[in-house]
């Protein structure tokens, strides 16, 4: 099935959940990435029951702490 990963266009296996996708996807330190489907960011336990089709879109979001105090 064709993806869009983060803008770009892969061909992965059918079926993947969000956790086989990580995997696959080499995502460093996964419990701590945000996923997003077709627009949707998806709760943690959404994860193992979000089957992937072909054609959706995927972002994988960071969220970075820290900043300057003034």
Known sequence: MKLTINGETKD???GL???A????QKVK???MV????NGEILE???FETTILKDG????FLY??????GL
């Open 21 to 24: 996708l990580l995997e696959h």
């Open 56 to 59: 959706d879109r995927v972002e």
């Open 29 to 31: 330190m996964p419990d």
């Open 44 to 46: 943690r336990k959404q």
């Open 63 to 68: 969220f970075m702490g820290g900043g300057a």
């Open 12 to 14: 992965l296996p059918d």
């Open 17 to 19: 959940a969000i956790p």
């Open 34 to 37: 945000s996923v997003e489907v």
